[in-house]
C-alpha cells in the first residue's frame, strides 16, 4: 500500500493526522478534473461542474449517513465554522459551552465572536489523564448554567488525539433546548460517522485527512431546520439567484464565482478507493498497532497515559506526553537529523509527541521513532525522564 502514496520515501511520515496523504490513484482523479476544467472553462463551470458537485454530494452524503441536500463543500472545518458563526445570534452575557481541548483555529473563531457579539466562550475543563467516557461528561457539563446557549465540541482532539463521547453530550444539549456544533475534522474515514443517528445541528468534517481526498476538501452539513437561515459567508452568484436549484441553501453555499472545486469533485473516486481497499479492515490494523505502542512509548519517556489504551478513546493517532521545554527543538531534530515527520503538540500547559499511522505505515516506523527518541534522550537535554 507505501506504494500507492506519493510521500517522500526518505521520510518516515507519522503525521497523516495534520493534512492527510493522498494515493495516486485519487490524486489522478484530481488531476483528470483539473484538466477537463483547463480545456473548456466555460462549459466545464458552466454545464459539467453542477452535475459533478452533485454527484460527489450524494457521495459523501451516503458515506457519512445523511441527506445528499443537507450539506455542502468547503475548503477546510475553519472556514465551515466561519459560517456558522456568522449566523449564530447570541446577546451579551450568552455562552458558548467548549472545552480546553479545542482546535487552536477554532478557539480563535470563537474568541474573535464573542468580542464582536458580547457573548462568552466557556473552554471547560477536561482533566487528563481521562479515567472513563463519564468522567468527560460530568466534567463537561459543569460548564452549563442558564446562559448556556450552544455547546461546541470536537469529536477528536487534535492535540491529544482523544475520542469525545459527541453522541452523549448531543442527546443531552437536545434536551436542554441547545444549539449543538460539532468539530469533527479528523473523523470521517478514521472512526464511523452517521449524522442522522448523531443528530448534531451543524457537524464539519474533512475528506482531505483520513478519507485520504485532495487537500482542501470538507463538509458543513447543517440540520434543515436552521438551512433556510443561514446566510453564505461569501455572498455570490447563488444569493438570490435568476435560476434557483434544488434548494436556497444550497445555492447560498455552493455557487461561489470561479473556482477550483476539483477536489470536491473526486469525491465518488475517494469513496471508490476506500471501499475497494477494504479501509475499515485497513484502518482497524492500523488502530491495533497504535494500541499496541502506546504504553510502550509511555515507559521510554517516564510519563502516564492521557487515557485508557483502548479503542474507546483512541484512533489511528495517539498523543504521547513528552517532558520537554524545547517542543520546537525537539520537533525539527527528529525531523532534520533522523528524517522522522511527527508533531510535537502543546495544549495547554503539555506537549505531546503525536503519531499517526495509516496504510503506509508499518511498526518499524515507530521502531524508528522509539530509536531516535531513546538517542535524543540519552544525548541530549531535549527530553527529561
Not at 82 to 108: C, F, Q, W
Not at 116 to 145: C, D, H, M
Not at 283 to 292: A, E, R
Request: charged share 20%.
Amino acid at each position: 500500500m507505501k506504494s500507492q502514496f506519493l510521500l517522500d520515501t526518505t521520510i518516515t511520515y507519522l503525521n497523516h493526522g495534520s493534512f492527510g496523504a493522498c494515493p495516486k490513484p485519487i490524486f489522478d482523479a484530481f488531476q483528470r478534473f483539473q484538466l477537463e476544467l483547463e480545456t473548456d472553462p466555460t462549459d466545464f463551470i458552466v454545464k459539467r461542474q453542477p452535475n459533478y458537485l452533485k454527484t460527489a454530494r450524494e457521495s459523501l452524503a451516503k458515506f457519512v449517513g445523511c441527506e445528499a441536500q443537507d450539506l455542502f463543500f468547503t475548503s477546510n472545518p475553519t472556514f465551515a465554522i466561519n459560517v456558522i458563526m456568522r449566523n449564530i445570534k447570541l446577546n451579551p452575557g450568552d455562552e458558548i459551552l467548549s472545552t480546553n481541548h479545542e482546535y487552536g483555529a477554532m478557539d480563535r473563531t470563537w474568541n474573535f465572536y464573542c468580542k464582536k457579539s458580547g457573548a462568552k466562550y466557556i473552554r471547560q475543563n477536561i482533566s487528563l489523564p481521562v479515567t472513563s467516557k463519564e468522567q468527560i461528561i460530568e466534567e463537561f457539563w459543569k460548564g452549563y448554567n442558564g446562559n448556556t446557549k450552544v455547546v461546541f465540541l470536537n469529536q477528536m482532539s487534535s492535540a491529544t488525539a482523544l475520542i469525545f463521547p459527541v453522541k452523549e453530550i448531543c442527546d443531552r444539549a437536545k434536551e436542554l433546548g441547545l444549539i449543538t456544533i460539532i468539530d469533527g475534522a479528523h473523523v470521517p474515514g478514521h472512526i464511523d460517522l452517521n449524522l442522522t443517528e448523531l443528530n448534531p445541528d451543524y457537524y464539519t468534517g474533512t475528506l482531505h485527512k483520513w478519507m485520504l481526498a485532495p487537500k482542501g476538501s470538507s463538509f458543513l452539513y447543517v440540520k434543515k431546520e436552521w438551512q433556510n437561515d443561514l446566510e453564505p459567508l461569501v455572498v455570490s452568484w447563488g444569493y438570490e439567484s435568476v435560476a434557483p436549484g434544488e434548494s436556497q441553501f444550497l445555492d447560498y453555499h455552493e455557487l461561489q464565482g470561479t473556482r477550483d472545486i476539483s477536489a470536491f469533485l473526486c469525491t465518488p473516486n475517494v469513496v471508490e478507493f476506500l471501499e475497494k481497499n477494504d479501509w475499515k479492515t485497513v484502518s482497524k490494523n492500523c488502530k491495533q498497532i497504535v494500541l499496541n505502542n502506546y504504553q510502550r512509548f509511555c515507559d521510554l519517556l517516564n510519563t502516564e497515559p492521557i487515557a485508557p489504551i483502548t479503542g474507546e478513546f483512541l484512533g489511528q493517532m495517539a498523543s504521547i506526553p513528552v517532558n520537554t521545554n524545547k517542543p520546537a527543538e525537539l520537533k525539527n531534530l527528529l525531523y532534520n537529523q533522523y528524517k522522522i515527520q511527527v508533531p510535537v503538540m502543546s495544549l495547554n500547559d503539555g506537549f505531546y509527541i503525536r503519531y499517526s499511522i495509516n496504510a503506509y505505515n508499518s511498526q518499524a516506523d515507530l521502531d524508528r521513532l522509539y530509536n531516535a527518541l531513546e538517542e535524543i534522550i540519552s544525548t541530549t537535554d531535549l527530553i527529561k525522564v
